[in-house]
């Protein structure tokens, strides 16, 4: 485990330096996993989920596993839940990039929704593990046992929808389909997969980085470990998203932009479970200092890839600012949410 102890300013340098590596790596990221949907003809959805979200993913895992190994249990389970939120949020920050229409009515995906719907429940999970009994399993919480099972068998009904649709998205003129490119089948897999790995490195590492710094900048200032877990930390390890959601947007792969922030949601429920096997003082859904906070956190991102869900559903051509409603509403969740967890609690 990284272990260093610098004056404030060098932690504070090594997290903005981490946070420009996981960006740069996400962004080389997109054009590979775009590339690689052709290339294997699974189709940018289930490639959004599986290798970017995971890749995106990354640095968000090992930030809370560093965290909650530190004994900062409040940091793991905010930089998990902060950076679903964050994320979510990046979808309307994608839909302004793209002008064309309203992006969730373009990027129409029946696997795209049904993760939205299983991300909601797997979180609905960890809010009942956090206001639930402190019950634990050889330090682990019952919902840590649960989350894994279901993300096991989420994966397989993501899978299952796209390769047996029971119903398809009504096809309009701004409806953008997944359409695999001819020159990208001519593609080395060993290349495309070499590419990701790499990328996966540096954003794992980088995650690591940040979390250490961030320990020590919440010791060395004072600061709220669910302030900085849910700000500063889930919005860097969260960077990998925005950046390549708005250039999966860029690149026209719309399903892809979308599937990469429900897919890496669906990673970043798993932190906690990840984290609550690493913290060793009892469960980590009832750890000191772990309250209010964190079900307010929570409840919070719950609602918004609600809203996220229904406007997949209601699938609004056009709405403020040639984005649609459901973007407006993400963005005033997500700031009134944050504004309320750093002023009010």
């Known amino acids: 485990m990284l272990d260093y102890q610098i004056p404030l300013e060098g932690n504070i340098a090594i997290f903005a330096i981490a946070t ?3 960006g740069f790596a996400g962004v080389k990221a997109t054009g590979l996993a775009d590339r690689l949907a ?3 003809g699974m189709g940018e959805a289930v490639t959004g989920t ?4 995971f890749l995106t993913a990354l640095p968000g895992l090992l930030a809370s596993v560093v965290a909650a190994a530190k004994g900062h249990p409040a940091m793991a389970i905010s930089n998990a839940m902060g950076g679903i939120a964050v994320q979510t949020a990046a979808l309307a920050v ?3 990039a793209y002008r064309r229409a309203n992006l969730e009515h373009a990027a129409a995906s029946v696997p795209n929704m049904m993760q939205a719907t299983i991300l909601v429940a797997l979180m609905v999970l960890v809010l009942c593990g956090l206001s639930g009994p402190d019950v634990t399993v050889m330090h682990i919480h019952p919902v840590t046992i649960l989350l894994i099972l279901a993300a096991g068998g989420a994966f397989q009904l993501v899978i299952a929808t796209r390769n047996d649709p029971m119903w398809k ?3 309009t003129a701004l409806t953008v389909t997944d359409e695999p490119e001819d020159e990208h089948k001519q593609e080395s897999m060993t290349g495309l997969i070499t590419g990701l790995v790499i ?3 540096l954003t794992g590492v980088s995650g690591a980085l940040v979390a250490e710094s961030a320990s020590n900048i919440v010791k060395e200032t004072g600061l709220s470990e669910v302030l900085v877990g849910a700000l500063f930390v889930a919005l860097a390890t969260s960077l990998p998203e925005l950046v390549t959601s708005v250039a999966a947007v860029r690149r026209g792969a719309l399903t892809l932009a979308v599937s990469d922030i429900v897919g890496g949601n ?3 429920v798993l932190f906690i479970a990840a984290a609550d096997l690493v913290y060793l003082n009892g ?3 009832h750890a000191s200092g772990i309250g209010p906070r964190e079900i307010f956190l929570t409840s919070v991102t719950i609602l918004l890839n609600i809203v996220l869900l229904a406007g997949l559903i209601f699938r609004q051509k056009r709405g403020p600012g040639n984005i649609g409603f459901e973007s407006v509403l993400m963005l005033i969740l997500y700031f009134g949410g944050l504004t309320i967890l750093s002023v009010a609690m």
């Open 20 to 22: 420009v590596v996981i």
């Open 38 to 40: 052709d290339r294997s």
């Open 50 to 53: 599986i290798f970017l979200g």
């Open 94 to 96: 994608a839909d302004i």
């Open 169 to 171: 998205p009504t096809e």
């Open 199 to 201: 990328a996966a490195g």
């Open 266 to 268: 669906f990673f970043d």
């Open 283 to 285: 469960s980590i859904f």
